[in-house]
């Protein structure tokens, strides 16, 4: 009785349980932290605090001050009832306490602790339990009687009675805790297929992390790359820009220092113009006859000759040379392009050609061999071990290693193929076609639809909006094949990720009009 009465003063007013990190208010009662926290709470605004208990009214939050003492006495009441306290369910017949129970007898409906059960019947239909406040559930709800069989027909828990006479009469059951352990086996093996796949999601999940991780430190190298490229190229072109303006200051300085040589002569030259004026002017006002005409007349005659070399000068003399100063910007930035190429690790591919040899008789190929045509007219190509039998061809030039690029007008085609594929690619049949087999990638249109297929695998690219060139770009070493819309702005359509183990040449299958090739 004692018990019970330290158990009733350990339990708090709000969530009538024992105390969780239990704190006093200044009025001196005792609440879970929690609890309390709650309480106080639902009062901000009112514009007063009151104590569940006591009612007594603070006008500030009052402050929980932990209740050091009384944590100390529920640690004590739980290591001595550690078991018996975390049911919950209490003796039924001990009305005068909350005594913890020991069991539950389900054919009575009733939790007993140690004292009651050593009085309670021995008869085989009072069923014994765990402490259950889930007695109801445990009868049959037809015949009121204990559930000892399970009924594997229907999937269901059943009395003697279900079993003899109801309606699971003459149907296969086992006993509850067979068939408990029946279940249990199918759980076990559920569970552990279910941690082999959470295994597996988990592998999955860590690949992907590792991927980010990859992908962002990829991007952090990329970016200090294109960022010292463009810093590099922002330098080049500052001195490309002072050796420009240098050669034209260059320039204007030896055009300035010529005309003002130039200046210089004409106004030695009209100084003496000036004087042989003012002469001539003397001579017209003098009015003896002797000495005008035995003036000399090589002192004032006007030199034609003379007059017509400095003409020439001033409009025939030097001036900037614009060819120098566009030859040195062009060079500077062939160098300043050079400089890019280099900096992303790109090769043109400048001198991709079509190989005629392997072109299909419903292909036509251009005389400068950029263009492939389909042709109603077959063209009566010899027959050779490298001619494709459709309308495919591929290119004379191979790829083993590197980067590079090439791109292909498509405007004029609505149904086409483009991508790369090995020389060991077949010649005859469906499967010859790039992207037809394991051999080949490509970008395929036909009509509006668009796709990339390998190894007879399609992948729709739903989202793709048409344009009228397409780019293949290369990365042999990290076997990396990708194709890009040139719309504007550029868009990647895909990327093919393989362990290139043969040299790749540029493929194209045309079904309708023509494509070009270019590097």
């Known amino acids: 009785m004692a018990s019970a009465d330290v158990r009733q003063e350990l339990n708090c007013s709000i969530c009538l349980s024992i105390f969780t990190d239990p704190v006093i208010l200044r009025c001196g009662h005792n609440f879970c932290r929690v609890c309390i926290d709650r309480v106080l709470d639902t009062q901000e605004g009112s514009g007063v605090y009151t104590c569940p208990d006591c009612r007594a009214e603070c006008q500030e939050r009052p402050a929980l001050i932990r209740n050091i003492p009384l944590c100390n006495i529920v640690g004590s009441f739980w290591s001595t009832r550690p078991d018996q306290e975390e049911t919950g369910i209490f003796c039924t017949y001990c009305i005068h306490s909350t005594v913890p129970a020991a069991t539950s007898c389900l054919h009575c409906e009733a939790s007993l602790c140690d004292n009651h059960l050593r009085v309670h ?10 402490p259950t406040t889930s007695l109801g559930n445990r009868k049959c709800s037809a015949h009121k009687k204990v559930l000892e069989y399970y009924c594997t027909e229907d999937d269901v828990c059943i009395c003697v009675s279900c079993s003899l006479a109801g309606e699971h009469q003459g149907h296969l059951v086992d006993m509850l805790d067979e068939a408990s352990e029946k279940k249990k086996e199918k759980l076990r093996d559920v569970l552990q297929k279910l941690t ?13 992390k590792e991927r980010r991780r990859e992908g962002q430190g990829k991007a952090a190298d990329v970016t200090e790359t294109v ?11 500052d001195d490309l820009e002072k050796r420009v303006l240098s050669e034209i200051s260059r320039q204007e300085q030896r055009v300035s220092l010529s005309v003002s040589d130039l200046i210089r002569q004409l106004e030695i030259k ?11 002017e003397e001579l017209c006002n003098m009015s003896d ?3 005008v005409l035995q003036e000399a007349d090589t002192g004032y005659l006007y030199n034609t000759e003379d007059t017509d070399r400095h003409s020439n000068q001033v409009h025939g003399g030097e001036d900037l040379d614009v060819g120098i100063i566009s030859e040195t910007t062009r060079r500077g930035l062939s160098n300043v392009i050079t400089c890019i190429n280099m900096g992303i690790y790109m090769q043109d591919a400048t001198d991709i050609l079509l190989d005629v040899t392997t072109a299909g008789n419903k292909i036509q190929i251009s005389g400068d061999r950029k263009t492939a045509s389909r042709s109603d007219i077959n063209q009566n190509h010899p027959v050779t071990p490298e001619r494709f039998q459709c309308p495919q061809v591929i290119s004379t030039r191979t790829f083993s290693s590197g980067r590079h690029y090439w791109e292909v007008d498509v405007s004029k085609s609505q149904s086409w193929r483009v991508g790369m594929c090995y020389l060991s690619i077949g010649r005859k049949g469906c499967k010859s076609y790039i992207g037809g087999n394991n051999k080949s990638w490509c970008l395929c249109r036909d009509n509006n639809q668009y796709s990339v297929i390998h190894g007879k695998k399609e992948i729709c690219l739903i989202d793709y909006c048409p344009c009228d060139r ?16 040139l719309s504007d702005p550029i868009r990647h359509l895909h990327t093919y990720t393989a362990a290139l183990t043969e040299p790749l040449h540029a493929a194209l299958w045309v079904q309708r009009g023509c494509i070009m090739i270019s590097g």
């Open 289 to 291: 006859p002797v000495t």
């Open 121 to 130: 019947s021995k008869s085989p239909e009072h069923v014994l339990s765990d």
């Open 227 to 237: 960022a010292a490229l463009f810093r590099d190229l922002r330098r080049q072109l």
């Open 196 to 208: 082999t796949k959470r295994a597996e999601t988990e592998k999955s999940v860590q690949s992907l």
């Open 270 to 280: 009209k100084e003496k113009l000036s004087r042989k004026m003012r002469h001539i």
């Open 470 to 485: 397409v780019r293949v770009y290369l990365d042999y070493e990290a076997g990396q094949l990708s194709f890009y819309a």
